[in-house]
T-cell receptor, first 113, second 114 residues
């Protein structure tokens, strides 16, 4: 079956530091890959996505590149802000599995001023 | 504004009671989903529906039931058979066809058993 593995948190950073959250996946088909962000007490918001190999998704200074050869979709941001403190979820959607989202366990990020 | 509305935001249930969580979307999406999130953990799929009057079990359907009588609505009932129902419940919707379809989430409902 499909699965997503992401680095465990919490990740604690200082403002303006570089952020990387690792994400790897296992899928039977050709999945689309997503990063969602969840702020405290709220639902999930789509941060970025990539639908095929070598695609780069980007939004709000965050980037992730779909690497089929390493089955990875690592999230990066060059200079984080306190407002980036949240839980980040990597996910995949596989058309062969009815387009249901399979989530990683989430990584909590805390940015300190 | 288009979106997904979940209600209530907070719900308390006594043991042995059934409760129903509402989910309404005005995005004209065909597919709808229910996920459960436990504190500090990821999301697990309870039920999903690709089309009106049809739905399938997800990974943790036991103790839950759903209906899909209208395209806009996908209510979730947490029955007394669910042994550990205290959790954060998230409803989502998407267009089911094609690759890269984006799933959009509601704001969630907190259910606490007292």
């Amino acid at each position: 079956g499909n699965s997503v593995t992401q680095m465990e948190g919490p990740v604690t950073l200082s403002e303006e530091a570089f952020l990387t959250i690792n994400c790897t996946y296992t899928a039977t088909g050709y999945p689309s890959l997503f990063w969602y962000v969840q702020y405290p007490g709220e639902g999930l918001q789509l941060l970025l996505k990539a639908t095929k190999a070598d695609d780069k998704g980007s939004n709000k200074g965050f980037e992730a590149t779909y690497r089929k050869e390493t089955t990875s979709f690592h999230l990066e941001k060059g200079s984080v802000q306190v407002s980036d403190s949240a839980v980040y979820f990597c996910a995949l959607s596989d058309q062969a599995a009815g387009n249901k989202l399979t989530f990683g366990g989430g990584t909590r990020v805390l940015v300190k001023p | 504004d288009g979106g997904i509305t979940q209600s209530p935001k907070y719900l308390f249930r006594k043991e042995g009671q059934n409760v129903t969580l509402s989910c309404e979307q005005n995005l004209n999406h065909d597919a709808m989903y229910w996920y459960r999130q436990d504190p500090g953990q990821g999301l697990r799929l309870i039920y999903y529906s690709q089309i009106v009057n049809d739905f399938q079990k997800g990974d943790i359907a036991e103790g839950y039931s759903v209906s899909r009588e209208k395209k806009e609505s996908f209510p979730l009932t947490v029955t007394s058979a669910q042994k550990n129902p205290t959790a954060f419940y998230l409803c989502a919707s998407s267009t089911p066809t094609g690759t890269g379809n984006t799933i959009y989430f509601g704001e969630g409902s907190w259910l606490t058993v007292v």
